[in-house]
């Protein structure tokens, strides 16, 4: 089981974009995926964008055309480019990493989107 630590939220005006990173440490096994969820208050957690080891990608119908997740395999590390940034997204956003012993999640970052 390896940690995760998400940085990058933060507050920005509708319209406006922001980066998240999540970097890993301590896995046993290799990342096999990559991912980033959200959880907006009073809602359930949701997949927000994956990215398979193969660079296969797969995001929600809420952000496609406005997110990009990316991924350094050398460094453990990956990200979300959000832009177009609405309301709609204030969520904490947890990157989370599948490997053959499970799921991981980091702790969250807050993205609070103002209108």
């Known amino acids: 089981q390896g940690q995760l630590v998400e940085s990058g939220g933060g507050l920005v005006q509708a319209g406006g974009s922001l980066r998240l990173s999540c970097a890993a440490s301590?896995?046993?096994?290799?990342?096999?995926?990559m991912g980033w969820y959200r959880q907006a208050p009073g809602k359930q957690r949701e997949l927000v964008a994956s990215i398979h080891v193969s660079g296969n990608t797969v995001y929600s119908d809420a952000v496609k055309g406005r997110f990009t997740i990316s991924r350094e395999l050398k460094t453990n590390m990956w990200h979300l480019q959000m832009i177009s940034l609405k309301s709609d997204d204030t969520a904490v956003y947890y990157c989370?990493?599948?490997?053959?012993?499970?799921?991981?999640w980091g702790q969250g970052t807050q993205v609070t989107v103002s209108s």
């Open positions: 301590g896995n046993k096994y290799p990342i096999n995926v």
């Open positions: 989370a990493s599948t490997t053959a012993w499970g799921k991981s």
